[in-house]
């Protein structure tokens, strides 16, 4: 059973970072793209970055030069690491794996900027 499980959530001042986490497990074919995505109160699930396992990441416009996601194949692990945060980024952050020609999604951490 395909498991994906965020962490790395919580609460920063505008300016500051955080580093979410997600470890995808279940599959015995791996992942292949994989990524973030987040959604804000009484608004839609929107794109943050995704990466497939050869390739350039891609970005929202809204997290360019702010935000990088990574990840380790071997270890189905893919990261993103937040910096100048901005109040605008606080919603539910949801990490996203494809196998087996199914999105699979975790259950999602908050990620709350405010001073």
């Known amino acids: 059973q395909v498991q994906i499980v965020e962490s790395g959530g919580g609460l920063a001042q505008p300016g500051g970072s955080l580093r979410l986490s997600c470890v995808a497990s279940?599959?015995?074919?791996?992942?292949?793209?994989m990524g973030w995505y987040r959604q804000a109160p009484g608004k839609q699930r929107d794109l943050v970055a995704t990466i497939a396992t050869r390739g350039t990441p891609n970005y929202a416009d809204s997290v360019k030069g702010r935000f990088t996601i990574s990840r380790d194949i071997a270890k189905n692990t893919v990261w993103l690491q937040m910096s100048s945060l901005k109040s605008e980024d606080t919603a539910v952050y949801y990490c996203?794996?494809?196998?087996?020609?199914?999105?699979?999604w975790g259950q999602g951490t908050q990620v709350t900027v405010s001073s």
């Open positions: 279940g599959s015995i074919y791996g992942f292949g793209v």
């Open positions: 996203n794996a494809f196998t087996s020609g199914h999105y699979y």
